[in-house]
C-alpha cells in the first residue's frame, strides 16, 4: 500500500485545497461538541455504570464517515494518476575476479574476529555496491579453485564469499596459482577493463606456478591486478599447528607479507598495491578501488501513467453512503 502511494502523482494538483473545507468543519464540530457537553453530579455512578450502548459509541461515526468520503472524493478530482517507471540500463560493464587467500593464517586474530571473516563482509559490501559489473570469485591456499565464475547474480557470489572458510584447501600460500586462476577466468572476456583483487596475507611458498609468471599472464591478457596485503605490523595471534581434531593452535608469531611480490605484481599489470592493517584500512582500500574502477552506465527511465481516480471516487462514494445510513437508520440523529 505505502508502495502504491508512493508512485500516486495528481494531474491537478491545485485542487487539493478543496479538502480543507471538510477538515475545518470536523475540527468545527469537534469543538462544538466540546464546548456544548453537559456535565451534572450524582451521589453515586451505580445507576449509570453500564449504561454506555454501541448506539452512544457510534454517535461520532458519521462525521467520521463524511469527513473520510469527502476527502477522497476531492483526492479523485485531482486526477490521481499510478506512474510506472521502466528502467533501460546500458552499462558498459568492469569483469572482476576476487582472488582471497584460504591459507590457516587468515584465522589470525588481529582482525575482529579474524582476518578471513572481515574480508568476507567487506568484499560482499563491495559486491553490493557494483550491480551492473560481472564479478566472480577465485580461493587459494595451498591449491587453488574458482569458487564462482564470473556473473551478473550478486545473490550468488554473495553467498559463495558467506561460505568459503580456512580448511578447505590444502595449506599454504600459492600466490601465483591463485593469480593464474582468477587470470585465466578473465582471458576470454571482452570487456574493455577486466581486473584482479588479490587478497593474501602471506609469503608465496608453494604451487607449481610461480607469482611473477602469473603476473606476465595477467599483463599479457591485459589484466590489472590490485593486490591487497592484510595483516597488523609486528607480531599477531596466529594458528602455528593444527592438533589431530582438527582444532587450530594459535600462538603470537611475527606477520609475514612479501610485500615486495605484491607491488611488483601491481606495478606490472597496471594496478595498485595496498596494505590493510585493520578493518577500516580494508574498507577504505575497496571504496578507493570503487573509485578507481568506475562502470560507464546509460540509464533511460520511461514512464507509464494509469488513471486511478476510479478508486477514490469509490473509496468517497462508499464512505458518503455509510454516512448517510448510520445517519437515517441506526443513529438517525440531526445533523
Given at each position: ?49 453500564n449504561t454506555v450502548s454501541l448506539r452512544s459509541r457510534m454517535i461520532g461515526l458519521p462525521d467520521v464517515f463524511r469527513l473520510v468520503g469527502l476527502v477522497f472524493l ?131 611458498n608453494t604451487g607449481y606456478i610461480d607469482p611473477e609468471t602469473a603476473s606476465e599472464i595477467a599483463e599479457e591478457y591485459d589484466v590489472k591486478v590490485y593486490t591487497i ?107
Amino acid at each position: 500500500m505505502i508502495s502504491y502511494l508512493k508512485n500516486i502523482e495528481f494531474v491537478d494538483p491545485w485542487l487539493l485545497v478543496l479538502a480543507i473545507p471538510p477538515l475545518v468543519w470536523y475540527v468545527w464540530k469537534l469543538l462544538k461538541k466540546k464546548n456544548t457537553d453537559t456535565t451534572f453530579t450524582l451521589p453515586s455512578r451505580d445507576p449509570v455504570a453500564n449504561t454506555v450502548s454501541l448506539r452512544s459509541r457510534m454517535i461520532g461515526l458519521p462525521d467520521v464517515f463524511r469527513l473520510v468520503g469527502l476527502v477522497f472524493l476531492v483526492l479523485a478530482l485531482a486526477r490521481p494518476q499510478l506512474t510506472l517507471k521502466e528502467e533501460e540500463v546500458k552499462a558498459e560493464g568492469i569483469d572482476i575476479m576476487l582472488a582471497i587467500d584460504l591459507s590457516s593464517s587468515m584465522l589470525a586474530k588481529d582482525f575482529e574476529p579474524d582476518r578471513l571473516e572481515v574480508s568476507k563482509a567487506v568484499a560482499i559490501d563491495f559486491v553490493n555496491k557494483r550491480p551492473y559489473d560481472r564479478m566472480g570469485l577465485a580461493v587459494f591456499a595451498g591449491e587453488a579453485f574458482t569458487q564462482c565464475p564470473l556473473t551478473t547474480d550478486q545473490s550468488i557470489l554473495k553467498d559463495f564469499l558467506e561460505s568459503i572458510a580456512v580448511g578447505t584447501l590444502a595449506d599454504g600460500t600459492a600466490i601465483g596459482m591463485g593469480l593464474a586462476t582468477a587470470v585465466n577466468r578473465l582471458k576470454d572476456s571482452e570487456s574493455k577493463s577486466k581486473i584482479v583483487i588479490l587478497l593474501t596475507d602471506g609469503v608465496n611458498n608453494t604451487g607449481y606456478i610461480d607469482p611473477e609468471t602469473a603476473s606476465e599472464i595477467a599483463e599479457e591478457y591485459d589484466v590489472k591486478v590490485y593486490t591487497i596485503g592484510v595483516g597488523s605490523e609486528g607480531n599477531a595471534m596466529t594458528p602455528v599447528n593444527r592438533r589431530s581434531n582438527g582444532q587450530y593452535v594459535f600462538r603470537m608469531a611475527r606477520v609475514q607479507i612479501d610485500e615486495a611480490l605484491l607491488k611488483e605484481i601491481s606495478k606490472n599489470t597496471g594496478g595498485r598495491y595496498f596494505r590493510a592493517t585493520d578493518r577500516e584500512d580494508l574498507e577504505n582500500i575497496y571504496a578507493e578501488i570503487d573509485r578507481l574502477e568506475k562502470t560507464e552506465i546509460e540509464v533511460n527511465v520511461f514512464k507509464r501513467y494509469e488513471d486511478e481516480f476510479r478508486n477514490f471516487l469509490l473509496i468517497g462514494l462508499v464512505f458518503i453512503a455509510l454516512d448517510l445510513l448510520l445517519r437515517n437508520t441506526v443513529l438517525n440523529v440531526l445533523s
